[in-house]
């Protein structure tokens, strides 16, 4: 079974910074794209960003584009968000998503966390 | 890149079918049959309904389908159910992102 597991969200202050972590299992973590998407309180789903399986290819939001930065360790399952800068604009539950194929941009994710809310406020 | 276009809302009664069309431009869902529809109950993560337009993962209901004709994509809910209630987005692959839809929110009356 995929499950993913995000963590780190949490208060913070503008101008500050915040990593976020997703815990991937039940697939073989490094044959697949990963992504970011968040969701803005009572708003819709914007993609974030994504990074290709070997962290060769990634993309980013216009939105957070120099102040966001995407990593992941293959050998550890793990996804990452690197959150410098913060707004109060990037209050939002971030989701960490599968792509369903090994590259960036997704055309599918196919599966989703549970979600981490990030709170940008003084 | 700007969202893409979904109704903001619609409706329809038990056993009844329904419609929500999703419009972009050929630089996104005119330009490439990957067009994904997800649904979303409240306070749940999205749920990945339709994939590359008009494919169905395993496990979900034949009752869902998708369709695209130029820049506008579609997807159809037969036989609604209750439990079909909840917001749904549809999403394409352009050649920099993965751009979202505003939502829909279905309601089954």
């Known amino acids: 079974e995929v499950q993913l597991v995000e963590s780190g969200g949490g208060l913070v202050q503008p101008g500050r910074s915040l990593r976020l972590s997703c815990a991937a299992s039940?697939?073989?973590?490094?044959?697949?794209?990963m992504h970011w998407v968040r969701q803005a309180p009572g708003k819709g789903l914007e993609w974030v960003s994504g990074i290709s399986w070997n962290s060769g290819s990634i993309g980013y939001a216009d939105s957070v584009k120099g102040r966001f930065t995407i990593s992941r360790d293959n050998a550890k399952n793990s996804l990452y968000l690197q959150m410098n800068s913060l707004r109060a604009e990037d209050t939002a539950l971030y989701y960490c998503a599968k792509g369903q194929t090994l590259v960036v941009p997704a055309a599918t994710l196919d599966y989703w966390g549970q979600g981490t809310l990030v709170t940008v406020s003084s | 890149q700007s969202a893409l276009t979904q109704p903001a809302s619609v409706s329809g009664s038990p056993g009844q079918s329904i419609t929500i069309s999703c419009t972009g431009t050929?630089?996104?869902?005119?330009?490439?049959?990957?067009v994904s529809w997800y649904q979303q109950h409240p306070g749940k993560a999205p749920k990945l309904m339709i994939y590359e337009v008009s494919n169905r993962p395993s496990g979900v209901s034949n009752r869902f389908s998708g369709s695209k004709s130029g820049n506008t994509a579609s997807l159809t809910i037969s036989g609604l159910q209750a439990e079909d209630e909840a917001d749904y987005y549809c999403?394409?692959?352009?050649?920099?992102?993965?751009?979202f839809g505003g939502g829909t929110k279905l309601t089954v009356l």
């Open positions: 999403s394409s692959y352009t050649s920099s992102s993965t751009l």
């Open positions: 039940g697939f073989t973590f490094d044959d697949y794209a």
């Open positions: 050929s630089s996104d869902v005119g330009g490439y049959n990957y």
